[in-house]
């Protein structure tokens, strides 16, 4: 079964810190791996979007890596900022013939940043 | 002002009532999406559109129905037979059905 796993649920650190949010998954065959970052009570905006060919990827102060051989993917924040408090969603895209059924979402890493 | 728009933000629903979810984007998309989140859950997809008159079920359309006849808009109706339509709604669209999706601010349903 596909399945994209998000590590730490939820993460509380403060404000200038750095951090780093988890993405594994098991869908296979691999197409292509997207971060979101969704505002409370809002649509998710896409942040980056990495091939099988791409281990790394920068919008700004994120950055992602992906291991396609491990299966694993990060997004690391640099010098956070209390605007980056959102929920992180990590969404993998399955090499299909086409359609929205090729796609598998994680859950979402909770983020606040403190003051 | 292009964009992917919903309406209305908050919604609410009566027992055995239908209602209408809207969503409209003047992107040019050929692509359109419905997903529902729940509190802890990943997003899930209700129905999607790849093109005009044509829509396909996702892993949970129960109790819901699309219609696609303009390339604009991509409006959910929550029928009766949705038992548990509380959630938050998100509409999204795409160039493709390959390309990366945009989202709508979202759609609050609750059932009163």
């Known amino acids: 079964k596909n399945q994209v796993e998000q590590s730490p649920q939820s993460l509380i650190i403060l404000e200038g810190k750095n951090c780093t949010l988890q993405c594994n998954y098991t869908v296979s065959p691999f197409s292509n791996l997207r971060w979101y970052k969704q505002d409370t009570g809002r649509g998710p905006v896409s942040l980056t979007i990495?091939?099988?060919?791409?281990n790394t990827k920068s919008n700004g102060r994120y950055t992602a890596t992906l291991d396609a051989d491990t299966k694993q993917s990060s997004l690391h924040i640099t010098a956070s900022q209390l605007s980056d408090s959102a929920s992180y969603i990590c969404v993998v895209s399955m090499k299909t013939g086409g359609g929205a059924d090729g796609l598998t979402f994680g859950k979402g890493t909770h983020l606040i940043i403190q003051p | 002002d292009g964009g992917i728009t919903q309406s209305p933000k908050y919604l609410f629903r009566k027992e055995g009532q239908n209602v209408t979810l809207s969503c409209e984007q003047n992107l040019n998309h050929d692509a359109m999406y419905w997903y529902r989140q729940d509190p802890g859950q990943g997003l899930r997809l209700i129905y999607y559109?790849?093109?005009?008159?044509?829509?396909q079920k996702g892993d949970i359309a129960e109790g819901y129905s699309v219609s696609r006849e303009k390339k604009e808009s991509f409006p959910l109706t929550v029928t009766s037979a949705q038992k548990n339509p509380t959630a938050f709604y998100l509409c999204a669209s795409s160039i493709t059905d390959r390309e990366t999706q945009y989202f709508g601010p979202g759609t609050r349903l609750l059932v009163l």
């Open positions: 559109s790849q093109i005009v008159n044509d829509f």
């Open positions: 990495m091939t099988f060919s791409e």
